[in-house]
């Protein structure tokens, strides 16, 4: 059983989303079981999987702007792995209208961004028009996941059984905690229900067939504890 009161939750919701409201119906369980240490054996690959990902090709990285004025562009990298750039050859610049391919020549790296430069562009005036373009890979050459590790673009839309096999409902979101990924189900029933990424609360990923396991509890209102306590 998992005691918290429910202004806590949408306390703890909002600052979750940067400042968004709670949604009516919540539903949160393990809230006080996220911890590094039990993350571990579940690995999300964050950047490799947004907005305009598709089925073969994945987000890496956003151009913010240019840098110098030879073409570079400096990357905000929406993967865990930075060290993938150092690789990085064939990839594409898209906007989710227009999708080129590019080839990458050099990297280096300033603070928390990456500094990439493109065979195909050796002027500052060439590259500005990128500003805010994703830089996509092709799926086969994204990150090699290990055991336990998966894309968050493999996971959502996917459904969610108890440890039941009952249907709860579809994995809808991922958000980042400083403790651990937690995922948000949007539950058959219309409310949400945000499940930390540990194993002791997800029993399996099943990518390949979009389903996810989850171990729920029951959620008492502290109010109720005390009650219970006086009987």
């Given at each position: 059983m998992v005691f918290l009161n429910l202004h806590m939750t949408e306390d703890f919701i909002t600052e979750l989303r940067g400042g968004a409201s709670a949604p009516p119906l919540l539903h949160?369980?393990?809230?006080?079981?996220?911890?590094?240490?039990?993350?571990?054996?579940?690995?999300?690959?964050?950047?490799?999987?947004?907005?305009?990902?598709?089925?073969?090709?994945l987000r890496v990285g956003v151009i913010t702007s240019s840098h110098g004025i030879k073409g570079e562009v400096k990357v905000y990298p929406t993967t865990d792995d930075n060290d993938r750039f150092k690789s990085l050859d064939k990839c594409y610049l898209s906007n989710g209208r227009e999708t080129l391919a590019v080839n990458c020549t050099s990297c280096k790296f300033l603070k928390n961004m990456v500094i990439l430069k493109f065979k195909e562009y050796d002027n500052i005036n060439d590259i500005e028009r990128f500003k805010n373009y994703d830089i996509l890979v092709d799926r086969e050459d994204a990150v090699p996941l290990m055991d336990g590790e998966f894309f968050i673009c493999d996971v959502l839309d996917a459904d969610v059984y108890d440890q039941n096999d009952e249907h709860i409902g579809i994995l809808d979101d991922v958000l980042e905690t400083p403790a651990n990924d937690v995922f948000v189900v949007k539950k058959d029933d219309g409310g949400e229900m945000l499940i930390p990424v540990v194993p002791d609360f997800v029993l399996d990923v099943d990518t390949e067939n979009k389903k996810v396991k989850v171990r729920t509890f029951e959620m008492v209102e502290a109010d109720d504890l005390d009650d219970d306590a006086e009987d």
């Open positions: 949160v369980i393990g809230v006080s079981l996220m911890t590094k240490h039990a993350s571990a054996c579940y690995h999300i690959y964050i950047g490799e999987s947004m907005e305009h990902n598709t089925e073969d090709r």
